[in-house]
């Protein structure tokens, strides 16, 4: 039988909708939830992506500001209007879209933006706070995934969990919050030897290398909780996972598809965390 979809549209709207009430009871005491989004550059696919996180925030009632600056930025500049939005009780929450200019240095950046406002869940101190179990904002992407899980009502524990992928934006955090929730987990990763064995033992397997369709049915074990977090572009218009979906489709019990799967959990998540940071 093939897999269940785990539908990220549907759960995402779902979120957005409980954001838009937990946005209302804010504005009733007075609070209204801000976000400032700074994108430096004209990169295509980030003015896309900062495009839709100011829609998104419109349509939940969250008041978002959009800093447009020119590739020629200075990082001394960019770092004066962190500091600037640090200070601006306006706003609870700073997201600065990567990547930057090569000129400005990403890491000075993140750690410039005030640990209470780093909605991303970049910031090293942020990153600390995740994996001691402290109190921190759970970076989106891997949040969307965990959600996901939530309210199709797959609970990660006792499981074993195989995360493919060690960025420091979703293989790492998603590997720490699985653990988090009692997973057994494994991160793999392009030297890992025999990559389809590890993948086959996996009750949960998280997909995030970038690399269009490389996990295969094959490599998937009967009735497994596949999470695909890959959006690969191939040719002018089509979009794929970093999974295969048609043979991966008939092994797994659930999958997310691409699109549809966890991109629009990772703007829901986003929302959500500037809320809490409102909230806070
Ligand atoms: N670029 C690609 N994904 C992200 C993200 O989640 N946050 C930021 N700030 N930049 C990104």
Known sequence: MPAQIL?????????REE????????????????LAV??????PASQVYVRNKHRACEEV?????????PGETTQAELLDLIKQ???????????VQLPLPPHIDEKTVIDTIALEKDVDGFSPANVGNLVIGDKCFYPCTPHGCMVLLDKTGIDPRGKK????????????????????RHATVTICHSRTANLAEECRQADILVAAVGKPEMITGDMIKEGA??????????????LVGDVHFESAVQKAGWITPVPGGVGPMTIAMLLKNTVEAARR
């Open 38 to 43: 700074v994108l430096v550059g004209d990169d």
């Open 7 to 15: 539908d990220g549209k549907q759960i995402a709207a779902a979120v």
């Open 161 to 180: 969990a195989v995360v493919v992928g060690r960025s420091n934006i979703v293989g790492k955090p998603m590997a720490m919050m699985l653990l988090a």
């Open 225 to 238: 909780v596949v999470i695909d977090v890959g959006i690969n572009r191939v040719g002018e218009k089509k």
């Open 19 to 34: 954001v838009k009430q937990e946005v209302a009871r804010l504005k009733e005491q007075g609070i209204t939830p801000g």
């Open 61 to 69: 009632g969250i008041y978002s500001v959009v800093h447009r600056l």
């Open 85 to 95: 939005l640090n200070n601006d009780s306006q706003i609870h929450g700073i997201l």
